[in-house]
């Protein structure tokens, strides 16, 4: 008859079982956050703003609890690279004057503490062996919070969404499918505009007395100034940054340049705005600026 398994051994199994479920639940979720986001903007589209605002707190608790999956997710790997440290560290019922590992401690107590609250039943399973593994005193500290990860505790509380974070997700869903939001239309303004008398015969006078000539360099200016060169010309830096991903505290995240970097950034780009640009060189020489190729566009015509 073959040897039962150790504990160890399966508490590994159940880890990656765990794993898979979780990164299968987040995929699950995802594809219906998609769904319920649409729904949103269409309630934004129509004007039904009240709805949108209380329908929009299920899509911000859904967000919280993948995020939640995730982290889970990241202990249970970190479980499994150190299983080494689970096989000798000893197990409290027998050793009770010996304290859980600190390189296992965080991820150990989190999962004690946070499986309860999750449908993962894989992670239930985890929480048991490793309740068996570390004794009971361990899972009721765990329970009481004491050593549990920060982030995991903010993510189980149940409390109802700020209406700035409201406001947040719901501009941010209104900008991502291009429908208004939080901005109020000026009829009378419109209405002003259009009651605006005209001119007259002066306006249509200063219309036919404009010189043929001066409107056609403006147009040549305009087409001048849209034929701008393409932005793949010239070498390419390897380097490409990825901004960072959404989350529920960070709902539209920006890039930024650490320290002087930005400093300097924002000052080139005030400067750049501020003078004219710099006349660019290929290998066929000089390229004229606008005012140039506008006189000789004139010359031409002559």
Known sequence: ????????????????LSISRLRMVQQKDSAKAKQQRREMAQLLEVGKLQSARIRVENIIRSDITTELHEILELYCELLLARSQLLETSPATATSPGIPLDPALEEAVRSIIYAAPRTEIKELHTVRALLVEKFGKDVALASLEGEGVAERVIKKLKVETPKVELVDAYLSEIARFYGVPFGETKSTDDDDDDDDEPSGGIAEEEGRITEDPLEAGKEDEREELVKATPPRKLGPQSPLRVVPPSPSSENVAPKLKLPGTAAAKAAKSSGEVGAKKPAKKEDGLGKIPDVDELAKRFAQLKR
Do not use: D, G, N, T
């Not at 008859?1 to 990656?16: C, D, E, G, I």
């Open 1 to 16: 008859m073959a040897p039962a398994p150790s504990l160890v051994a399966r508490l590994k199994v159940q880890l990656k």
